[in-house]
């Protein structure tokens, strides 16, 4: 089964019809996932917004072990993730997107592995290759049908090194210039560990990041709130529509009865 984790500027998805709102308790919190369905190809699949209903919660206070565990108990298999980034490469001109193949995680304090010792015996995952290459192949391949149908400008990374800092606050221009001293052509606050703990359940997981500003010191404006919701307004439309071509190509319903016997 195919979730999809909404970020920023994807708190919902207006062209699919919601079927039902699953809560579940997991071992590390509450959490909600929705139930929908893509009318047109008739495949359900699950929603996941990471923060939450309304946009209430920062990124360093997103619980992500107890969504991907949510998401894990409901039979999800596959997660295309959609991130809001900020751009370090040259070509990753704010409203185009990137389908990241690397991370590096520079955040902090976040429970960032279901094997602590705890709830489950301590192991180490191979995380060489941070997301699914299959999965990164699939999104790659619906902005591609989406680009031709739409004959969309877009522009297109197909690979890329995500930063994950910590935010809630944005870099300092220094920092920035060290993440592309380090290689990292984005910047986002919510890759990690969402991967990773996706990585530990064994789900296949990969990143749509749309490019919603020049990440700080790189551009002689302002990084502005209002620009950046400018941005993510115009490109969720393209956004969601790769969405559709990706559930559309999924695999679809025999997960209805997963859910239907999840704790409410
Ligand atoms: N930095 C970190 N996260 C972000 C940015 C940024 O510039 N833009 C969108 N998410």
């Known amino acids: 089964m195919l979730a999809i ?13 919601l079927l039902e709102t699953i809560g579940l308790k997991t ?3 509450r959490a909600k996932v929705r139930l929908s369905r893509l009318q047109s190809a008739g495949k359900e699949f699950l929603f996941l917004p990471r923060h939450g209903a309304g ?5 360093h206070q997103i619980n992500y072990r107890a969504n991907i565990s949510a998401l894990a108990e409901l039979g999800v298999t596959e997660i295309a993730a959609v991130n809001a980034v900020g751009a370090i490469h040259d070509d990753l001109f704010p409203g185009s997107v990137a389908v990241p ?7 902090y304090s976040r429970d960032v592995s279901f094997f602590d010792g705890k709830l489950k015996p301590v192991h180490h995952i ?25 004959k969309s400008s877009c522009r297109i990374m197909s690979s890329g090194t995500y930063a994950c800092t ?7 221009a220094a920092e920035i210039r060290r993440l592309a001293q380090d290689g990292c052509d984005m910047v986002g606050m919510t890759g990690m560990p969402e991967a990773a703990l996706a990585r530990e359940l064994e789900i296949d997981y990969a990143s ?10 790189l551009s002689e404006e302002p990084i502005l709130l209002d620009d950046i919701h400018a941005v993510l307004e115009k490109g969720m439309d393209f956004i969601s529509s790769v969405l559709a071509e990706v559930v559309a ?16």
């Open 5 to 17: 984790i909404g970020g920023t500027g994807l708190s919902g998805l207006q062209d699919f019809e």
């Open 27 to 29: 071992p590390y919190a």
């Open 55 to 59: 946009h209430k919660i920062p990124p």
């Open 101 to 107: 193949d690397q991370i590096i995680d520079y955040s």
């Open 126 to 150: 191979d995380f060489a290759d941070p997301y699914s290459e299959t999965m990164r192949l699939r999104i790659l391949s619906a902005i591609e049908a989406v680009g031709t149908r739409k």
């Open 166 to 172: 910590q935010g809630p606050r944005l870099e300092t």
């Open 208 to 217: 749509l990041a749309l490019s919603v500003n020049w990440a700080a010191g």
């Open 249 to 264: 190509q999924s695999q679809g319903p025999e997960l209805k009865a997963k859910v239907k016997g999840a704790q409410i």
